[in-house]
């Protein structure tokens, strides 16, 4: 990274770490707008003239969306632990989030995954000319959120788990549930997983996967795993409902 910016330590506080995120990712290219849509899914379900509207956005989770608090709270024991994280991010438009996640885990493994990746193609120069990615180009994937990526995350996981998940995507109920039960195969016991700008689907998730504790803040919904404990009263309570249900039906 450049001189305009400092590495995070890892002894840094989760302010320290919100301050630092919010930075690195104005270094990086902060926020973009209007940018044009070339590739979508074939089950994408909106029409031509939504597609056209407007262009996509990027570069806006830790200052603009106000995320960083969420994501330093939750990265902080991962920076702090010191060993190798896998990190995956589905949704990555121009890079910079990759450019950030490669900085803050520059030990790691950064796995990008979008249905288009000329747009991040086209920056890279752009990204690397501030220093980003010193080690080789990104681990880049062509990923559609609306169908099964199961097997093509097996082969290029190539038995890694995963310790971090960002889906900053579609954005869709749709797109997040289908991705995350993709995703969720390969997570690591200790992870943490951040679905962005859509603020109805935390309870689906909840509803999905109960050995999750999932937690809503705004638009930003964050996944850990549940202690036993909890995973336990949360079986138990399924099936007195569905029990009790059956009694009066």
Known sequence: MSDDTTSVEPAASCRELGEWLV?????????????????VSPLDPRSPEELERGGMIGGDRMSVHGYAPSYAEHLAPF???????????????RGTGLALWSE???GGRVIGLDIDLSHVRENLPALKARGAFPGGDPELHEY??????????????GGDRI??????????????????????PFLAKRCVCFVEDNAQVWWLLQERYPQYTVLRRGELTVLVPSPWWLRWKRRVGKILRRTLGRSFA
């Open 79 to 93: 920076v702090r632990s010191g060993r190798r994280i896998v990190l995956v991010e589905a949704g990555i438009l």
């Open 163 to 184: 310790d971090v998940y960002v889906d900053d995507g579609l954005h869709s109920e749709a797109s997040i549930l289908r991705s995350f039960a993709s995703i969720q």
């Open 104 to 106: 803050l885990f520059p």
């Open 23 to 39: 930075r690195t990712e104005d270094h990086y290219g902060g926020f973009h707008k209007g940018i044009p849509r070339k590739t």
């Open 144 to 157: 559609d959120q609306l169908i099964d990526e199961t097997e093509k995350l097996r082969r290029l996981l």
